[in-house]
């Protein structure tokens, strides 16, 4: 398990935590990123960037009034494809849902 603080980073910290997932943590180990919040936007863009890279969120909470954690386990280069690819198609199902009721709205 491996800690790294990105609060210096302020809100432009998702390429430095995806590089340090792929390249700081070995299959199987667990990442926890500290960064600040400026927003809650942020909160919401780390989980869909660690979603997009196809490794596991465990976990996100508050750690402080200003900062936040989140915790990431690196996964295989295949599982990530595999996650990602689950996501795109839970994403595409999503998209003809609703684009099925406004049809049937329209109707």
Request: glycine share 6%.
């Amino acid at each position: 398990m491996k800690r790294y603080d990105l609060r210096h980073l302020h809100d432009d910290f998702y390429d430095r935590m995806v590089g340090l997932i792929d390249k700081g943590l070995t299959v199987g180990e667990v990442g926890i990123f500290l960064f600040e919040v400026g927003d809650f936007e942020c909160i919401q863009k780390s989980a869909d960037v660690i979603k997009a890279t196809g490794h596991d969120l465990m976990n996100s909470l508050k750690f402080n009034e200003v900062d936040w954690t989140i915790v990431v386990k690196k996964v295989s280069a295949e599982m990530a494809k595999e996650n990602r690819e689950a996501l795109q198609d839970a994403q595409n199902k999503s998209e003809e849902a609703v684009e099925a009721t406004e049809t049937t709205q329209e109707a």
